[in-house]
C-alpha cells in the first residue's frame, strides 16, 4: 500500500488540468470507503481536513499564474482561465493525495507496517525499532494526557467531585509539561533497554514477519491501472494537461 500509494502521488505531478484528478478523486472515494471498510464518514472526514489547503492553492494560482483570458480583476490582481485550471487541479491533487494518506494511516498496522519495511525494503534494525518505539510513545500521549489531568485535578483542593476538568491556561501548561517530562523519561528508558538488548549486533530474526502475496499484487495492479486508464483517457479525449502546455 505504501509503494502503491507514493506511485500514484508521483504519477499525480504530471497532469494539470482539473479533469483528470477529479476523476480520480471521484473513483477514490468509494474505493477506499468499500476497500478499505472505513465507511462513508472516514474519507468525507479527510476531505474536510484538506479542504483548506486545497481552497489555498486554488486561490493563490488563481490570481499569481499568467496566461488564458482573464475572468475578474480584482484590484491589481487578474483571475485568468489558466490559473483557475491549475489552482482546480492542484487543489484537487491536494485532496486526493490526503485522502489516500488518511486511508494508508487508517487501515495500516503501525507494527506490520515497519515489520514489512525491515523484510523487504532493507530498512536497518536500528531504524526500524526506534521508529516503532517512538511511535508507541506517540501513540499513548491521548492517554497519559487524560491520566495528568485527572491527577492533578484530584490534587486540586478547590474541585468538587463531578466537576468538569479545570481548563485555565495555568492547569493545561502544567499538564503539558508533566506530559513532556513522562515522555521524555520513557524515551530514555527504551533507549537504554533497546541498546541492552543489542540492537543493530549482528542479523535478526522476525517473530512475526509479513510476507507480500497475491492480494498486494492484485491491489497495486488494480490501483495503478485504473490511474493509467484515466490517464489514457484523459489524453485520448484531449483535456489532459502537463506543465508543459502550460508553460511551467
Avoid: C, M
Avoid at 180 to 208: C, N, W, Y
Amino acid at each position: 500500500k505504501l509503494a502503491v500509494a507514493f506511485a500514484v502521488s508521483g504519477v499525480l505531478l504530471v497532469p494539470v488540468d482539473p479533469w483528470t484528478p477529479a476523476v480520480l478523486l471521484l473513483l477514490a472515494l468509494p474505493a477506499v470507503a468499500v476497500a478499505g471498510r472505513l465507511g462513508v464518514a472516514a474519507p468525507l472526514r479527510a476531505l474536510a481536513l484538506f479542504a483548506p489547503f486545497a481552497v489555498s492553492l486554488l486561490a493563490v494560482n488563481a490570481v499569481t499564474r499568467p496566461g488564458g483570458d482573464v475572468l475578474v480583476r480584482l484590484g491589481a490582481l487578474e483571475v485568468t482561465t489558466t490559473g483557475v485550471a491549475v489552482g482546480a487541479s492542484l487543489a484537487l491533487r491536494a485532496l486526493l493525495v490526503g485522502l489516500l494518506s488518511v486511508a494508508f494511516t487508517l487501515t495500516t498496522d503501525a507494527g506490520r507496517l515497519l515489520t514489512s519495511l525491515h523484510q523487504h525494503a532493507r530498512l536497518p534494525p536500528r531504524a526500524t525499532f526506534a521508529v516503532l518505539a517512538g511511535y508507541r510513545v506517540l501513540e499513548q500521549l491521548p492517554e497519559r494526557w487524560t491520566t495528568v489531568r485527572q491527577a492533578q485535578a484530584v490534587r486540586s483542593p478547590d474541585r468538587r467531585p463531578g466537576s468538569p476538568l479545570p481548563r485555565d491556561v495555568g492547569s493545561l501548561a502544567r499538564a503539558a509539561f508533566a506530559v513532556l517530562v513522562v515522555s521524555l523519561r520513557q524515551g530514555e528508558r527504551l533507549a537504554i533497554a533497546l541498546e541492552t538488548r543489542g540492537l543493530g549486533d549482528g542479523p535478526r530474526t522476525v517473530a512475526r514477519p509479513v510476507p507480500l502475496d497475491r492480494r498486494d499484487g492484485l491491489l497495486a495492479a488494480v490501483v495503478l491501472g485504473v490511474v493509467a486508464l484515466v490517464l489514457a483517457a484523459s489524453w485520448r479525449s484531449g483535456v489532459l494537461a502537463t506543465w508543459a502546455t502550460v508553460g511551467g
